[in-house]
């Protein structure tokens, strides 16, 4: 496996996106990605090696979230943090093999959603992907309204590192993560999420008294969520590489019910 360009100081943001999409766009199999996923993956992954680092999920764990997929056969899946559309171009066609019914992308940069537009559409995967833009809670909270009486079946956490929790919460509250959800965490060891592993950790006791310290103290007036405390999950870090050979892991962790302590 061939890595990325190494991470900069500055890695993303500053123009190397539009530089992604000029490159395919002009790429000598250009025509020969109509339709085809996997080659423009691959152009995608050769822009991150011979030209500028991209925060993709890449091959080693993007590999760990199509097994997920394959395996569990989600009917929605929702990805917080879409970027340039890797990610929903790899999960998208493997949810569409998986007999799938959406995969929606939570983008919060209209750049950034533009360009994974386009790249879904050069994939022809426009007829399962959607994109919704804006900021992330409020996204959630519109799917509620989208899905009033479902869970989603599996969700991908990969936007800030320091919302996955709260957010990862505002899900339970909105019963979007339920008995059943499979919620998969990029990152957790490169840079770290201590926070978010703890809390899926968590005993429900602990977490219930979480919860109440929290609520005495006001945070919500903050949009802090409290999340459900009586969901247990089942988790289990799942290894593998960063797009630039640091080594990495996805955190797999089972909504399995509830547990009133």
Request: charged content about 25%; overall charge negative.
């Amino acid at each position: 496996m061939s890595f990325y360009k190494p991470e900069e100081k500055i890695f993303h943001n500053d123009g190397r996106e539009q530089a992604l999409l000029e490159y395919i766009q002009s790429h000598p199999s250009y025509d020969e990605m109509h339709g085809n996923p996997e080659r423009i993956l691959a152009a995608i992954d050769e822009f991150g090696r011979e030209k500028d680092f991209l925060m993709n999920v890449g091959q080693s764990k993007g590999a760990i979230v199509v097994k997920m997929i394959t395996d569990r056969n989600p009917r929605i899946m929702v990805e917080l943090g879409g970027y340039v559309g890797y990610s929903a171009i790899l999960f998208g066609n493997a949810l569409r093999k998986a007999g799938g019914q959406k995969f929606i992308s939570l983008e919060v940069s209209p750049v950034f959603a533009d360009i994974s537009d386009t790249l879904i559409r050069l994939a022809g995967l426009e007829d399962i992907v959607e994109i919704i833009v804006g900021p992330c809670r409020e996204s959630l909270r519109a799917l509620r309204e989208v899905y009033p009486n479902r869970r989603l079946d599996m969700i991908f956490f990969d936007h800030r590192k320091v919302q996955y929790v709260n957010d990862l919460k505002l899900c339970e509250e909105l019963r979007l993560v339920a008995p059943g959800t499979t919620v998969l965490a990029d990152n957790v060891i490169s840079p770290g999420n201590p926070a978010y592993l703890e809390y899926v950790r968590f005993s429900t006791k602990k977490k219930a008294e979480h919860a109440r310290l929290q609520s005495s103290e006001g945070d919500q007036l903050e949009d802090l969520s409290t999340g459900d405390p009586f969901l247990v999950y089942d988790t289990l870090t799942v290894r593998g590489l960063e797009v630039t050979g640091v080594p990495d892991a996805v955190e797999v962790s089972y909504c399995l019910g509830f547990d009133f302590p």
